[in-house]
């Protein structure tokens, strides 16, 4: 099992930046699938973006292709959300989520969560 820790969201204008982490206990860091989703107030939880247990395969979220980049630390049992360009409608509780198995985008497929950490982006 796996418990994991949120941090680094906040309040940013539009276009600016934010990174998010995730730090995760238990030893078996690395054979998780790591994602990030995200829920606007009123709204399903969305995906955001995965990534591969080993890091060498990433997905995206068309909303956010090209602005987000996931990645993970081995050493450190971490995953990051590094979020650029960042707009009004980033806006949103982000959480961070864990899987065994092949890398999915459906909330429901992810077995452990974090609590979430706020990013509001102001225009």
């Known amino acids: 099992q796996v418990q994991l ?3 680094g969201g906040g309040l940013v204008q539009a ?5 998010l982490s995730c730090a995760a ?8 699938v790591m994602g990030w989703f995200r829920q606007a107030p009123g709204k ?12 060498g395969s990433t997905s995206y979220a068309d909303s ?5 980049t996931i990645s993970r630390e081995k050493a450190e049992n971490t995953v990051y959300l590094q979020m650029n360009s960042l707009k ?6 982000y959480y961070c989520a864990g899987k065994n ?3 999915g985008r459906y909330y429901y497929e992810y077995a452990y969560w ?7 982006v102001s225009s």
Not at 44 to 55: D, K, L, N, P, Y
Not at 88 to 93: G, H, Y
């Open 44 to 55: 399903e939880r969305e995906f955001v973006a995965a990534i591969s247990c080993g890091g």
């Open 114 to 120: 974090g609590q979430g950490t706020q990013v509001t």
């Open 15 to 19: 276009g600016g930046s934010l990174r």
């Open 5 to 7: 820790l949120e941090s």
């Open 88 to 93: 009004p409608e980033d806006t949103a509780v």
């Open 25 to 32: 206990s238990g030893r078996t860091f690395s054979s998780y």
């Open 101 to 103: 198995g092949y890398s």
């Open 64 to 68: 956010v292709k090209g602005r987000f």
